[in-house]
T-cell receptor, first 111, second 110 residues
């Protein structure tokens, strides 16, 4: 069974731009969660989607948004990029609570 | 914000030695999980221990949980160079939301 895939793997943007990251969960998994990892703040929960509905949300500004499609694929969008948004963005999918499988991440650099 | 604090922040040992990492957390939990991350890559799930369990084993891994002290430890026995990675504890309090600790960087020298 294929694992969680994230595209693109690397991305360079400039301040003020927007970016969209994609996550394809493991087949059959309906829950997708997103996390941001930075050296200063560590791993922080962004949001979780289940059956196309946002089920849980972390403490991030409204510039960070997401959605989930009927095939469970998920996208997250960051608008008006700031330097501090440079991070590794990780997506995780799960079939059951307690069992999350992480993708390789998208490394976003904001210049 | 980080729920967990891990210590040590960095640990360097020789191959064959045991490595112990500790994690403390602040709120009541449903379970605690340990993950490994190789240099800037995705997280790999290692082991989960439920709040009503005190100890769990998986291969060379041994995890303990003390809910009265709100702490957990991860022991890796007979370490190998391939165990070099960052190790994170994560607590689950609601749904699929995980709160991660700051991580321990383990270096195993051949």
């Amino acid at each position: 069974k294929a694992g969680v895939t994230q595209t693109p793997r690397y991305l360079i943007k400039t301040r003020g731009q927007q970016v969209t990251l994609s996550c394809s969960p493991i087949s059959g998994h309906r829950s997708v969660s997103w996390y941001q990892q930075t050296p200063g703040q560590g791993l922080q929960f962004l949001f979780e989607y289940f059956s196309e509905t946002q089920r849980n949300k972390g403490n991030f500004p409204g510039r960070f948004s997401g959605r989930q499609f009927s095939n469970s694929r998920s996208e997250m969008n960051v608008s008006t990029l700031e330097l501090g948004d440079s991070a590794l963005y990780l997506c995780a999918s799960s079939l059951r609570v307690n069992e999350q499988f992480f993708g390789p991440g998208t490394r976003l650099t904001v210049l | 914000s980080q729920q967990g604090e891990e210590d040590p922040q960095a640990l360097s040992i020789q191959e064959g030695e045991n490595a112990t990492m500790n994690c403390s957390y602040k709120t009541s939990i449903n379970n605690l999980q340990w993950y490994r991350q190789n240099s800037g890559r995705g997280l790999v799930h290692l082991i989960l221990i439920r709040s009503n369990e005190r100890e769990k084993h998986s291969g060379r891994l041994r995890v303990t949980l003390d809910t009265s002290k709100k702490s957990s430890s991860l022991l890796i026995t007979a370490s190998r160079a391939a165990d070099t990675a960052s190790y994170f504890c994560a607590t689950e309090t609601s749904g699929s939301r995980l709160t991660f600790g700051e991580g321990t960087q383990l270096t195993v020298n051949p």
